[in-house]
């Protein structure tokens, strides 16, 4: 190292240009070594910031060493920060490396007034586009500043500066509200001129200056509210007729912001003739009213001009925006409703499910009203060829309530050709059946004949009727029967038809019961005796036919009816008993067929055949995945152990093919060994931590995958976290000497070797251990069988969100804490575990919630409770996105990169996925 120093240090008498060619690539490289290494010196990277402030010019690769300087050397951060405030000002492609360096957010400095107008003032046009773009957000300059610099660059010749500036004015929009009226009329007057720009990407940033500071405009004054609303929509419409196609597509994005608009102005924008506005001429002023039909002529059928694009950007776009524009108008989400039906005959796959997803948003607004005229485009989507177009309709049926039985019969006819045309879409066909029978009980009733028909007839042999078409019926017939319904027209017999497909409905009704409670109405209606529940009416004649002819032949049915229903309770009772057994059996035998596998694919791995063992590990794993889960957790316990260990096993191969001789100097970059160093770490520890109930001889296994994990991660040359690495390999191998102790198991050869090298290496450090001593220790290790006995259970979690998605946010007020109502579920946790709620945010925010398993009273093998998590950055922001997940603090180790204040002390395993959480903040009106 001493060396590298000595020729690092120029001479005293050496001249600028000497300097220069001192600071060669490979001087470069070897000064970025010891920038990073945290084993370096203070006085070294001193040295190393001196000579490259003294060099008569910042190239490229010394601007990346004076930020590397910054972040890993705090106490020199400032220094080096301040030796690239000069190069902002030169005229070079240099300046915007210089600017976005000083802007990043571990190392962000305050660039003050003087500074940030000097550069956009400047020679450069490439720093002045940047600065114009981004100073809104990285820099903390005086707002009034701010926009007074960006509404002069709108003036800008270059058309890239004028369109940053309009840029940057979007982002400042999004920093809050402004309390001075006239600057935001001002920055939305500039946006106006500006629609009329020359270059297609001005005018593209002038639209979204133009939604954004006009809305702004017309909340910031309550009495001229419509006014300005009316006058932004005016101003978006007349753009959707702009010659660039992505201009068009902003201008109706824009118009998915809209909170208020005038229904004539609605109207208008549907029709391409314009017509009177009386009712306007009554409440403005003369000179007023006469700019509003001024600005309707722009806004005349600006709607179907866009569904009539020739692009599909913008037909979809238009789509997007009537979700928000239906919602204003009764009248106008009438008349759009027949405009969106005509776009389900679009040739664009992405068009067509866009407008059924607005049909959907209609319809969960109470706004989608179909009629007959509507029926043919409407229910041709459920036989389209793509399957998203036809779950989009689905969807759609399931929340829609139709007023009229041609409409109703229609759809279940559509419905059932599509289960005939799509055998694949039987599930949620299953489920929007059941929807529709509980949203049109009366329909149900009075095509029940029709419906008895055809499933008697299957019953009776009819090969006709045998097909997905008889549960699909039932289910329409169960379903109009739940929730207490009159089904005194529905008789007993279909509820004993459903019982023998009940493997097959059960879960169209997956979202009201499970399938005991689901067998128990079934047996419970099947029994049902009276007048109307032994004859089918008919329909809208007198008559009355009855089910069966003979007693002795409703004798007969009712006997088979009677032991089909107690083989299926029978059945029922019996599962736990007769069938689970022969299940986990099953179960665990392939799982210990895997993993005995996985032990023959060891000598493979270190043999460098990576490409051989993925492909066998891949058909494991397809294998694996045909295993069902159960719900009793035994062989579920087994088969996410199995998944986690295949996965594990998987990194080893990809890890191990970069330690070869052979391509250990490939260049695939350290990068990417890293990341899949990082993975590997991550899974076991998530081995050791999400499994319990492990043998002695278990728990060595999995401890010793953590020792090669860690001795891996030491055989890198490069390593910036040797010493943490080092502590917790360490803390490791102490786990597992105290195993050995009190057990009669006796260590690997890779534990002995592995023991002898810590012993001799500095216990603070390990400095003295070189890579190449942890790589000679590596080729001792072995794979061990595992064996599955089924002790281990799985510790899961799941956590829920109440009362929100993304279409209901949870309501905030700015700098006020919010509570986040959670139902969470915890399998196999003990009361002295420590978990975590992490609430996690994409600016970098990280929070967490202790949760004190001492207070829900419940069984530890499942805790069932509902948790009010209380988030307290509310920021001015409108919405907010959390993401919220559980974590389980590793209790093995003591070892930790960061000590967080009021947060987990060690390293979090996640038990569940990361659940998103949308925020809103609630309106001063």
């Known amino acids: 190292m001493d060396s590298q120093i000595e020729t690092l240090e120029p001479e005293p008498e050496s001249e600028p240009n000497q300097i220069k060619q001192t600071l060669s690539l490979h001087t470069l490289s070897s000064m970025r070594a010891l920038i990073i290494n945290p084993s370096t010196p203070k006085s070294t990277v001193s ?23 910054a972040t890993h050397h705090p106490s020199l951060s400032q220094l080096a920060l301040d030796s690239l405030l000069p190069v902002t000002e030169s005229p070079t492609r240099l300046a915007v490396e210089a600017l976005a360096a000083l ?46 610099v960006l509404l002069g660059f709108t ?116 029709s391409k003739r314009v017509s009177g506005f009386g009712k306007q001429k009554g409440t403005l002023g003369q000179g007023k009213s006469e700019q509003f039909i001024m600005l309707a002529t722009r806004v005349a059928g600006a709607i179907v001009h866009g569904l009539e694009d020739e692009f599909f950007e913008v037909r979809k776009s238009v789509c997007q925006s009537l979700c928000t524009l239906t919602s204003l108008s009764v009248e106008f989400g009438r008349l759009a409703l027949d405009l969106l039906m005509d776009m389900l005959n679009d040739g ?21 009203k179909l009629h007959e005229k509507h029926l043919y485009s409407f229910l041709c989507a459920l036989v389209d060829k793509s399957w998203d177009v036809r779950c989009a309709e689905r969807k759609i049926l399931k929340l829609v309530k139709l007023n009229d039985l041609a409409l109703f019969k229609s759809s279940i006819d559509k419905l059932l050709e599509n289960l005939d045309s799509y055998p694949q879409d039987e599930a949620d066909v299953f489920s929007t059946f059941s929807h529709l029978g509980r949203n049109h009980k009366k329909f149900v009733c009075l095509i029940i004949n029709e419906i008895f028909v055809q499933v008697e007839a299957a019953f009776e042999g009819n090969v006709e009727f045998i097909s997905a078409r008889i549960p699909a019926l039932l289910i329409l017939t169960v379903s109009a029967s739940l929730l207490n319904a009159d089904v005194g027209s529905i008789p007993p017999v279909m509820f004993s038809y459903a019982v023998t497909f009940l493997s097959r409905i059960y879960n169209a009704f997956s979202d009201v019961m499970d399938r005991d409670a689901l067998l128990a109405f079934l047996c419970e209606k099947s029994r049902c005796t009276g007048d109307s529940a032994t004859n089918v009416n008919l329909g809208q004649g007198e008559q009355q036919l009855p089910l069966f002819e003979g007693d002795a032949r409703n004798e007969v049915i009712d006997s088979e009816i009677d032991c089909h229903i107690t083989r299926e309770l029978e059945e029922v009772a019996n599962y736990p008993i007769e069938q689970h057994q022969s ?3 099953e179960v665990i035998n392939f799982t210990n067929y895997v993993l005995a596998k996985l032990l023959d694919m060891w000598p493979w791995i270190q043999s460098g055949y990576t490409n051989e063992v993925l492909r066998s590990l891949r058909c494991l794993k397809e294998e694996l995945a045909t295993m069902k889960f159960d719900s009793l957790g035994s062989s579920d316990d087994a088969l996410a152990f199995t998944s986690l260990y295949l996965r594990i096993i998987k990194l080893l191969a990809e890890v191990w093919e970069h330690l070869l001789p052979a391509k250990r100097w490939c260049s695939q970059g350290m990068g990417e060994l890293e990341s899949k160093l990082g993975k590997l770490d991550r899974r076991v520890k998530e081995l050791k931590s999400r499994f319990i109930g492990f043998s002695a001889e278990e728990e060595l296994i999995v401890l010793e995958l953590m020792l090669l994990a860690y001795a891996l991660r030491l055989c890198k040359v490069e390593n910036c976290c040797l010493n943490l690495t080092f502590k917790r390999l360490t803390a490791v191998y102490a786990l597992v000497e105290s195993i050995l102790k009190e057990s009669s198991a006796s260590p690997s050869n890779f534990t002995v070797e592995l023991g002898k090298l810590l ?16 790589d000679a220790c590596l080729k001792l290790f072995s794979l061990k069988q595992f064996v599955f006995c089924g002790g281990i259970k799985h510790i899961k979690a799941v956590l829920s969100i109440l009362n929100t998605d993304s279409e209901h946010p949870l309501p905030f007020v700015s700098g006020l804490p919010v509570g986040i109502p959670c139902e969470i579920t915890l399998h196999n946790i003990s009361s002295e575990s420590r978990l975590w709620l992490r609430m996690s945010m994409d600016d970098g925010f ?5 949760l004190d398993l001492n207070c829900f009273k419940n069984s530890e093998a499942v805790r069932n409770f509902t948790f009010v998590v209380p988030f307290y950055k509310t920021s001015k922001a409108n919405f907010l996105t959390l993401k919220v997940c559980i974590g389980l603090e590793c209790s093995f180790e003591n070892v930790s990169p960061i000590r967080r204040f009021g947060g987990p002390k060690r390293d979090l395993v996640l038990l569940c996925k990361e659940k998103q959480v949308y925020l809103s903040k609630v309106n001063k009106d």
Request: charged share 20%; proline share 3%.
């Open 759 to 774: 012993h001799e290496s500095s216990i603070c450090t390990g400095a003295s251990s070189s890579p190449l001593q942890f």
């Open 155 to 270: 003036k800008d010749p270059y058309p890239n500066v004028r369109a940053g500036s309009l840029e940057g004015l979007v982002r400042l929009s999004e920093r809050g509200e402004f309390h001075d009226v006239s600057l935001v009329e001002a920055c939305y007057r500039r946006a106006v001129q500006l629609l009329r720009d020359m270059e297609d990407c001005v005018r593209l940033c002038a639209v979204r200056v133009v939604a954004s500071w006009g809305l702004m405009l017309a909340a910031s004054n309550s009495d001229m509210k419509a006014y300005w609303s009316n006058e932004v929509f005016a101003k978006l419409c007349c753009m959707a007729r702009d010659m660039s196609m992505k201009v068009r597509v902003e201008a109706f994005c824009g118009l998915r912001k809209m909170e208020m608009v005038s229904e004539d102005f609605l109207l208008q924008s549907l």
């Open 348 to 368: 664009s796959i992405v068009v067509r499910v866009q407008a059924l997803e607005t049909m959907h948003h209609m319809a969960i607004k109470g706004r989608l």
């Open 47 to 69: 040295l190393i910031l001196e000579t490259l402030t003294r060099s008569s010019q910042l190239t490229h690769h010394t601007v990346n060493l004076l930020t590397d300087i």
């Open 846 to 850: 990280m929070g967490f919630v202790f």
């Open 103 to 148: 802007s990043e957010p571990p190392r962000r400095v305050q660039i003050d007034d003087r500074v940030f107008v000097s550069v956009c003032f400047g020679a450069s046009v490439s720093a002045r586009e940047w600065m114009v773009l981004n100073a809104g957000y990285r820099f903390g300059v005086r707002p009034g500043l701010l926009v007074a």
């Open 583 to 585: 299940v986990y059996n």
